[in-house]
T-cell receptor, first 117, second 114 residues
Framework: GAVVSQHPSWVICKSGTSVKIECRSL??????MFWYRQFPKQSLMLMATSNEGSKATYEQGVEKDKFLINHASLTLSTLTVTSAHPEDSSFYIC?????????????FGPGTRLTVL | AQSVTQPDIHITVSEGASLELRCNYS??????LFWYVQSPGQGLQLLLK??????LVQGIKGFEAEFKRSQSSFNLRKPSVHWSDAAEYFC????????????FGQGTELSVKP
């Protein structure tokens, strides 16, 4: 299957700082990318959907000013956690899809562990 | 509202034994259903999917799942479990009228006894 990478794989930051996480599709062009959040022993919760060149669509309850998503190219999307606080500590996972339909398989990155001190 | 329920948080089976992981969904239209496996340090991997047609679908690694509309279920099965199958398993429904986003169940952690 296609490969999706995330960088960094883990990051520790101080409260109040901002952190950027990159998601790259390595061998295909991703029309759509998704960002998920996963708490320990829990499910993946969709945060937002981004289509290349347009603004991200955020799920209800997700603060768009806190979780900035940019999908500037067909192979790269970034999630910036602004003014991070300890409650933002979580596992963030991205996925990428070559089309816009549910028929098109989503390929998942390995995730980024964020710890905010 | 769409939702997915995996009733079993944790299951332990002996190596070589059969496995069934349960998944129930709530979705207003014909569901697109998926099973994913998550291993530490790796991204979610698609095991199999159901869109239409034959209700018994075959996937990778010897897994299969059966779609039962009357029971709103999509249970995952494997006839003989290997130690390498120990992982977290997620059932998901695809909301094809909402940009194809996936709604995941809570996950089932599978442990395999030697």
């Amino acid at each position: 299957g296609a490969v999706v990478s995330q960088h960094p794989s883990w990051v520790i930051c101080k409260s109040g700082t901002s952190v950027k996480i990159e998601c790259r599709s390595l061998d295909f062009q991703a029309t759509t990318m998704f960002w998920y959040r996963q708490f320990p022993k829990q499910s993946l919760m969709l945060m937002a959907t981004s289509n290349e060149g347009s603004k991200a669509t955020y799920e209800q309850g997700v603060e768009k000013d806190k979780f900035l998503i940019n999908h500037a190219s067909l192979t790269l999307s970034t999630l910036t956690v602004t003014s991070a606080h300890p409650e933002d500590s979580s596992f963030y996972i991205c996925s990428a899809r070559a089309g816009t339909s549910v028929d098109n398989e989503q390929f998942f990155g390995p995730g980024t562990r964020l710890t905010v001190l | 509202a769409q939702s997915v329920t995996q009733p079993d948080i944790h299951i332990t089976v002996s190596e070589g034994a059969s496995l069934e992981l349960r998944c129930n969904y709530s979705y207003g239209a014909t569901p697109y259903l998926f099973w994913y496996v998550q291993s530490p340090g790796q991204g979610l991997q698609l095991l199999l999917k159901y869109f239409s047609g034959d209700t018994l679908v075959q996937g990778i690694k010897g897994f299969e799942a059966e779609f039962k509309r009357s029971q709103s279920s999509f249970n995952l099965r494997k006839p003989s479990v290997h130690w390498s199958d120990a992982a977290e398993y997620f059932c998901a429904v695809g909301a094809h009228n909402q940009g194809g986003k996936l709604i995941f169940g809570q996950g089932t952690e599978l442990s395999v006894k030697p």
